[in-house]
Structure formats: C-alpha cells, structure tokens
Nanobody, 122 residues
C-alpha cells in the first residue's frame, strides 16, 4: 500500500555532510509523523529524529545541532541533513512513517523503508 524509499547515503569523511531523503508513495490518505532511525553494526536501532505534519521536531539528545530533519508534505518526503559527521554516525539509516492512513478502504499502519548506508571515515 505504501512504499518508503530512502536515498542519499554514501561514504563521507569525518566532518563532512550528507542529506538523506525518504519519499513515500502509494495509496496514501495522510501521513502524520515521519521519522529517521539508524542502526549501527551490533547495536539496536535507535531513533534519530521525528517531525510532525505541522513541522515540530524532536532529536535524539546528542544529535541536535548537527542533524536537521525537514519535510515536504505535498511530496510526502522527509529529509535529514547531517553535518559535522563523525565515524560513530556510521549506520544504516531508516525512514519510518508511523500511523499512516492508506489503502482502500483506508486503514492505519506503520511503514519502514529498506534503509540507506551511511559510512563516515576517520
């Protein structure tokens, strides 16, 4: 019903920047919050940032100031601007859209993208 496709990952040197994008498509009626998570090797998946439909944002404590989440509601797209990247930011970054109203007849479900790899070299 809904597909989330991330893009923008890659290899970057420490101190560099990347901008991730996540586009949602399908039989979408409405998307509320959109979120970015990341999972480093051997670690649990963790929340990076959340943005509401109205534009309110939340960041994991250590990331605020370096990462910026934004969205384009007409395009059903969320972005993550990552600056001053560190090797510990290396992870697979996932987009999540919780509580999406989609389908025929419409129903609420959570959706995840397949992830995009971010590698920060020292």
């Amino acid at each position: 019903q809904v597909q989330l496709v991330e893009s923008g990952g890659g290899l970057v040197q420490a101190g560099g920047s990347l901008r991730l994008s996540c586009a949602a498509s399908g039989t979408i009626v409405s998307i509320n919050d959109m979120e970015w998570y990341r999972q480093a090797p051997g670690k649990q998946r963790e929340l990076v940032a959340t943005i509401t439909r109205g534009g309110s944002t939340y960041y994991a404590g250590s990331l605020k100031g370096r990462f910026t989440i934004s969205r384009d509601n007409p395009k059903n797209t969320v972005y993550l601007q990552m600056n001053s990247l560190k090797p510990e930011d290396t992870a697979v970054y996932y987009c999540k859209a919780p509580w999406v109203l989609a389908g025929t007849p419409p129903s609420f479900s959570d959706y995840w993208g397949l992830g995009t790899q971010v590698t920060v070299s020292s």
